[in-house]
């Protein structure tokens, strides 16, 4: 037996560091790998290269507004001089993702020492955070301010765990800096979690110890909230200038019009509170499992380390608590005549409450799942191939269910937080053949688990196959479940996401964008359907507005609110559906001289606009009226239609 043989499995040199650093990377491009312009990179990717170029689309109304994430569009924005919007998008993309792999292998061989364990717990990460956030949170995805916000908390936490607090405020006030919520929740959460572990820590004077450990972090918590002025200062700057009752106003905008999806559990599907918090008693099994395997009088840094994370985590979930007793405790107060509306809380729920847990409580149960996993199976000559390949079909066809059972609440939530309902929906047959297949498969896992008993070394012994299965469903699950999902996904050809969801509307899309870019002055702005992002990246073109690009600051949102109303609602339609409608209905409904008007007032010089719906063109009333609007048009395809604004409306229309 080699040198390498006789090495123990808890032992990292840097050859294996950067290669499970880069394994990680695979797994999170393999989740985050979509064509540009994907979800919300128009949005950063454009402030981040008006910040620097002001020329750049100077009319658009959105990129006036103020900055409210200037770090981010300061740093990033800098290499929009060298790159190209898709090549800056690329580059952002994978700089994140690198640092974030080699942050959460860090964050991973700090809590569990043991060689490749970062692979495993961040697919378990990624597919929890998926499956059963509570609010929308994400980790991987279009480049913007968090996915560097995002490395920095992981490695601030390894630190925290490692106890080098002062270094650890010092990467979590940076992280602050490009993205004040992710990191300054997760300092907030941080700080409760120091003190119990000073405070249980000293066995007298804990008041002098709490003393002496301020004294001692001090340099790196000064230095760290100094740096994280830089994202926080923008962002309490956001309501400067604005009346009480404008900022009032538009912070009820931002919480119960714009994110309820975000920021009001009460009117997302119960589905999603209720999936959540069976994530949460998972994670306080799995917790109260693990506190059995080990001493509670160990001192180890694993442990210790393992100790502090879990605490982090509750910690989380305690702040997702008191958003929630916000916002139904507000329903309860209106109910009972104390409050006259629940809007009064969206002055306390627009800081994102549940952000820190939708991704705290996944991570805290692939890291429970996976050390638990290590230390009840002491016996790893029973890791056959045999028995991981029963294993692997356990978590196919458990997640298959899952997998279409989630994708149809997806629909549902689309629909009820307003946002385009563009999620794909397992047929039926597949449905019923997911479910059929995980009965089965669950059976044999049963039956193959209640035969693996091996004897725990650990001072508490248990019941092997209850914890082997439970630990397995949820941490060996997850990866596989991905990993497969995203294969057979992503084995045909991507349509980007902030496009037209069809192939062919897409490619149309394309078309029109590619005209106005040749065939239409720079200082042109456009009337735009509301739920297409893509517009200024294709076009190259300022808009009138979209739904994505909703400005920070209050005076903004409350104008950007008003012209939203006024261009993509239908007239007199005060119904949560009015938001729903294609541009081309809106327009039919109103007629040309309407929208002419205000398209005149706003400085609107073009539209673009989707071709009518079969059911429009068998109404006598709509065809004369979209007539009456191609007699403007200047170029169409059989998805869109370009139409130049006339300079004075000859219609009649009423």
């Known amino acids: 037996m080699n040198e390498s043989e006789k090495r123990d499995n808890t032992t990292f040199t840097y050859r294996q560091i950067i290669l499970e650093s880069l394994i990680v990377f695979l797994m999170l491009a393999l989740y985050g790998y979509w064509p540009t312009p994907d979800v919300n990179e128009q949005y950063y990717i454009g402030k981040a290269i008006h910040f620097w170029n002001p020329d750049w689309l100077s009319n658009d109304t959105f990129f006036k507004t103020p900055d409210s994430h200037w770090f981010f569009y300061a740093t990033f924005g800098l290499f929009s001089k060298f790159f190209s919007p898709v090549a800056l998008a690329w580059f952002g993309r994978i700089t994140a993702w690198l640092l974030t792999a080699f942050a959460w292998q860090c964050l991973s061989r700090t809590l569990i020492p043991v060689r490749y364990a970062a692979i495993g717990t961040v697919c378990g990460l990624l597919f929890f955070l998926d499956a059963f956030h509570l609010a929308g949170e994400w980790l991987v995805g279009g480049i913007e301010g968090k996915g560097y916000a995002f490395p920095l908390v992981f490695w601030g936490l390894a630190l925290f765990c490692q106890r080098r607090y002062s270094q650890a405020w010092l990467a979590l006030g940076l992280a602050s800096a490009f993205h004040v919520l992710v990191g300054g929740w997760t300092v907030l959460a941080l700080l409760p979690v120091w003190l119990f572990e000073t405070w249980s820590s000293a066995e007298q004077g804990r008041i002098s ?42 912070h009820q905008i931002y919480v119960f019009v714009r994110l309820p999806h975000h920021l009001v559990p009460s009117l997302l599907p119960w589905i999603f509170p209720v ?81 820190l847990s939708d991704w705290a409580v996944p991570a805290g149960l692939a890291f429970l799942a ?28 458990s997640f298959t269910l899952v997998k279409c059972l989630l994708e149809r609440q997806a629909q549902a939530v689309a629909t009820a937080a307003t946002i385009d309902p563009n999620f794909p929906v397992a047929p039926r047959p597949v449905t019923a053949i997911a479910f059929l297949l995980t009965v089965c498969i669950l059976a044999g896992f049963v039956l193959l688990a209640n035969r693996t008993r091996i004897d725990s070394a650990e001072k508490n012994s248990l019941d092997h196959a209850r914890v082997l299965s439970l630990a397995l469903l949820l941490f060996l699950a997850a990866p596989l479940y991905y990993t497969v999902n995203l294969l057979n996904l992503k084995s045909a050809p991507l349509l980007c996401r902030s496009e037209p969801p069809k192939a062919s509307i897409a490619a149309g899309w394309r078309q029109a964008c590619d005209w106005i870019r040749g065939n239409t002055p720079e200082e042109a702005v456009f009337l735009t359907p509301r739920d297409v992002d893509s517009f200024k990246w294709c076009a190259n073109r300022a808009q009138a507005g979209t739904w994505k690009e909703m400005p920070q600051d209050a005076t903004s949102i409350v104008r950007w609110y008003k012209r939203m109303e006024r261009l993509y609602t239908v007239p007199n339609d005060t119904s949560r559906t009015r938001w729903n409608q294609a541009l081309v209905v809106v327009m039919l409904a109103k007629g040309p001289r309407r929208v002419y008007d205000e398209c005149r007032e706003l400085g609107l010089d073009w539209i673009i606009a989707e071709a009518p719906p079969w059911y429009m063109t068998t109404n006598e009333t709509a065809q004369n009226r979209w007539n009456e609007f191609l007699a403007d048009s200047v170029w169409s395809n059989t998805q869109y239609t370009i139409i130049r604004v006339p300079e004075k409306s000859a219609t009649t229309d009423p």
Not at 229 to 250: C, E, I, M, N, V
């Open 209 to 250: 110890a709490i003393g002496r450990g301020l004294k001692r972090m001090a340099p790196g918590l000064i230095l760290g909230g100094l740096v994280a002025l830089l994202g926080l200062l923008p962002a309490l700057a956001l309501d400067s200038g604005a009346d009480a009752k404008t900022a009032r106003l538009a």
């Open 370 to 397: 996976c050390d638990l996993f290590t230390r009840v199976w002491p016996d790893r000559s029973a890791l056959t191939v045999p028995r991981i390949i029963r294993f692997t079909l356990v978590a196919a066809g």
């Open 275 to 355: 999936r959540f918090f069976a994530l949460v008693a998972v994670t306080i099994l799995l917790a109260c499992l693990w506190r059995r395997t080990v001493s509670t009088t160990n001192a180890s840094d694993r442990i210790a380390a393992m100790r502090i994370f879990t605490r982090f985590v509750f910690v989380a979930v305690a702040i997702a608590f008191c958003g929630l007793l916000l916002d139904y405790g507000s329903l309860l107060l209106v109910k009972w005549e104390i409050l006259a509306d629940r809007y009064v809380t969206a002055d306390l729920l627009r800081f994102y409450f549940f952000r």
